[in-house]
């Protein structure tokens, strides 16, 4: 018999035998398994290293010169886009690539393709992050880092877009499975909000393309103009990140929480007015952006049904009891960013309110819905793996929740010159938020250095080897 890892990518069920499609079937799902814990592994990396330990070194160096612009913007930049892009973005290849075709009842991907798309997005954001914090050769590299990212995202789109299964398309053959066909080709709400997300994930990488072209011919340094930097953040924060999250919201939390349907159609609305906010934000209608971002989380969370009764009790067998609470935390923390900056909008010299407002969604809202929905879902995703520990989930989710408190109301209250005291507190609530950081990667690879239970064949099947 061939090798099975050949026979993975080359065969298809009608080729063999019973026990063969289940070995065959094993072994796509422990090579998908380890490729998935692979970009996660990397997005934990990018999180650590070129993410918050530099975050924290920047926050050091402002709070001991006690002045916001006393680090060079190229190295702020550099830290947010690893943040952004090789922690959070990472994350959602990986699982996008794991989860998408299965929920959508695809035809198997090929390994080769997530390979690929691991490859450039890794190298594109490592070298992003190079020729911010270093000068050499900058001019060459961001054009370079911007394509490979763009490359890779392309591969992921044009892979998790694909066909539906053969199977699925079988099962239509008679009259009473047509309608569950076409019931099934109509586009889930969810689906169609990571569609949304992926379009804006699109556009941002178009955008920093653009970008990078114009600094390497034009620039000065690596660094964005802080206007356009800013307009640029909405896009890459409001546009795509947190659309992915309602979207993944939606397929999960009714399931997690217990919550009541879905008002799928609601949610549609909430996206519409997202993308009209961001929209106004790249050209340059801040106040209004800011009132259509509110509005749009606002809607999100009243379709999502987050604080109402739940139908069920909350699932949290393998994660922290909390699980729930830091959920809807999290959506808070979207609301505060919103509220902020509508607020900075409204008063001058407001750079304290707008980095308070950012930090709010980013920590606040989108670094705890990854630690939270990262922690119930990657385990199982990675072989069915039990999280390592679940008091660890709740201590680096309640840290992470305390020092984004604590830098928020240090960062408004010590940068617009409210309390001098409050640049004394930046650099604990860094070190808080590091800790919280270091705490959950911890616990995701300790998770993965586990040995997942094992697959046990089918009756049948064993039976006839008898």
């Known amino acids: 018999m061939p090798a099975l890892p050949t026979r993975i990518e080359q065969s298809t069920e009608r080729d063999l035998t019973p026990l063969e499609v289940f070995e065959v079937t094993s072994a796509r799902e422990t090579a998908l398994s380890r490729l998935l814990m692979l970009y996660i592994g990397t997005g934990l990396i990018f999180m650590l290293l070129p993410g918050t330990f530099l975050g924290v070194w920047n926050l050091l160096a402002i709070s001991s010169h006690r002045a916001a612009d006393s680090v060079s913007p190229a190295w702020i930049q550099a830290h947010g886009h690893a943040q952004i892009f090789g922690w959070i973005g990472t994350f959602i290849l990986g699982i996008g690539f794991f989860s998408i ?103 941002t990488l178009l955008v920093n393309l653009g970008a990078s072209v114009f600094l390497s011919v034009q620039g000065a340094s690596p660094d964005l103009p802080a206007n356009f930097d800013q307009r640029f953040l909405v896009l890459e924060t409001w546009g795509f990140l947190v659309v992915f999250v309602w979207g993944f919201s939606a397929k999960w939390l009714p399931i997690f929480l217990g919550l009541r349907s879905l008002r799928g159609k609601t949610l549609l609305c909430a996206v519409a007015l997202n993308s009209a906010g961001v929209l106004a934000a790249f050209t340059g209608w801040m106040t209004a952006a800011v009132v259509l971002l509110l509005a749009g989380i606002i809607t999100a969370i009243y379709s999502l049904r987050l604080f109402e009764p739940p139908a069920r009790p909350a699932k949290v067998k393998g994660v922290h009891a909390s699980f729930p609470i830091f959920v809807r ?40 819905m990854v630690f939270a929905i990262g922690q119930r879902v990657l385990p199982a995703f990675s072989g069915m793996r039990l999280l390592f520990s679940t008091k660890l989930m709740f201590i680096a989710l309640l840290l992470l929740t305390i020092g984004c408190l604590l830098r928020v109301s240090s960062e408004i209250l010590a940068y617009q010159g409210f309390a001098r005291s409050a640049w004394s507190w930046l650099p604990v609530s860094a070190v808080i938020e590091m800790t919280a950081v270091t705490l959950f990667a911890i616990n995701l690879f300790a998770t993965f250095a586990r040995r997942p239970p094992s697959r046990s064949r089918p009756r049948s099947t064993m039976t006839s080897r008898r």
């Open 101 to 203: 075709p299965k929920l959508r009842r695809m035809e198997p991907l090929a390994l080769s393709v997530v390979w690929a798309a691991w490859g450039l997005w890794t190298v594109g954001v490592s070298l992003r992050w190079l020729s911010g914090v270093c000068p050499w050769q900058w001019r060459a590299l961001l054009p370079v880092s911007a394509v490979l990212e763009l490359a890779a995202f392309l591969i992921f789109f044009r892979s998790v877009s694909g066909h539906r299964g053969q199977s699925l398309e079988k099962d239509g053959a008679s009259a009473g499975n047509e309608r569950v066909t076409e019931e099934k080709a109509k586009l889930d709400e969810w689906v169609l909000v990571v569609i949304a997300a992926s379009v804006g994930l699109l556009l």
């Open 329 to 368: 935390v999290a959506y808070i923390w979207a609301v505060v960013a919103a509220a902020l900056g509508i607020w900075a909008a409204a008063v001058p010299n407001s750079h304290g309110i707008w980095g308070a407002s950012r930090h709010a969604l980013t920590v606040g809202f989108l670094a705890t």
